[in-house]
């Protein structure tokens, strides 16, 4: 079973620039949703992707935005970056209906600089 | 929308010890209660769940245990042990929602 892959690992940006996160979600799961986890806190839900739609989006401006794709793999797009995203970018994966599971399983993440 | 509060925010157990911590969550329509386990560089690793028709389920060394009526949860490691060292998260959530986390717990094993 493969698990939540997640690329780059790590990046530097700058003010005003724009970045792409990749992940690839566990085998058998159909659901992506990515979170953004500053240092120090908890990880704070950005949004989350079924059958390649937004299906629920936290408290984030518009320039948070994704793709799901039809082997459930996604991307998260950043624009205009701005020194606070600087942060730990994470996806997790679920199978959606979920039943008597519906897990979250979470990749090792992306971590952002914006300089 | 969901709040999740987490105490303590730095805990140091003896190894051998037990060491619990407690989360509360503010929305009753919350069903599901997962720990997490946060490793230095790493992402979040699920460790045990419960779901709200459950007052209590257990894994070897950990245990989580479910107040619904006061909307407490709380996470249980009995026999702690270096590896347990880490930052814990509990979340809530309702169906197929976000996961709400709480702030983390800084667990510190002292051999």
């Known amino acids: 079973e493969t698990g939540v892959t997640q690329s780059p690992t790590h990046l530097i940006k700058t003010r005003g620039q724009q970045v792409t996160l990749r992940c690839s979600s566990q085998s058998g799961h159909n659901t992506v949703s990515w979170y953004q986890q500053a240092l120090g806190q908890g990880p704070q839900f950005i949004f989350q992707?079924?059958?390649?739609?937004?299906?629920g989006r936290g408290n984030f401006p518009p320039r948070f935005s994704g793709l799901q794709f039809p082997n459930y793999s996604s991307e998260l797009n950043v624009n205009a970056l701005e020194l606070d995203d600087s942060a730990l970018y994470l996806c997790?994966?679920?199978?959606?209906?979920?039943?008597?599971?519906?897990?979250?399983?979470f990749g090792e993440g992306s971590r952002l600089t914006v300089l | 929308g969901e709040n999740v509060e987490q105490h303590p925010s730095t805990l140091s157990v003896q190894e051998g010890d037990s060491a619990v911590i407690k989360c509360t969550y503010s929305?009753?329509?919350?069903?599901?209660f997962p720990w997490y386990k946060q490793e230095l560089g790493k992402g979040p690793q699920l460790i045990i769940d419960i779901r709200s028709n459950v007052g209590e389920k257990k894994d070897q060394r950990i245990a989580v245990t479910l107040n619904k009526t006061a909307k407490h949860f709380s996470l249980h490691i009995t026999e702690t042990q270096p590896e347990d060292s880490a930052v814990y998260f509990c979340a809530a959530r309702f169906g197929n929602e976000k996961l709400t986390f709480g702030t983390g717990t800084r667990l510190t094993i002292i051999p």
């Open positions: 929305d009753s329509a919350s069903n599901y």
């Open positions: 997790a994966s679920s199978f959606y209906p979920s039943g008597s599971t519906g897990e979250l399983f």
């Open positions: 992707y079924y059958r390649e739609e937004e299906n």
